[in-house]
């Protein structure tokens, strides 16, 4: 089930960045293939989105995937 939320800061540089949830959890790591898997370019600071989360591969938490500009 998608989860809106904010996008805190993305670098674009660096390739990734963090999603506030909108529910009030904790913050959402987003790396740029999954923005580019999404069809997007990139994502600016404050812009609302929806996103799913899956685990990472490498144990590091929640990440979010299937991204949608708002």
Request: glycine share 12%; hydrophobic share 35%.
């Amino acid at each position: 089930m998608p989860i809106n939320g904010t996008v805190k800061f993305f670098n674009t540089e660096k390739g990734f960045g963090f999603i506030k949830p909108d529910d009030g959890g904790k913050d959402i790591f987003v790396h740029i293939s999954a923005v580019q898997a999404s069809g997007l370019t990139g994502l600016a600071e404050n812009q609302k989105v929806s996103f799913e989360t899956e685990d990472d591969a490498r144990g590091k938490g929640p990440k979010a995937v299937n991204l949608q500009v708002l």
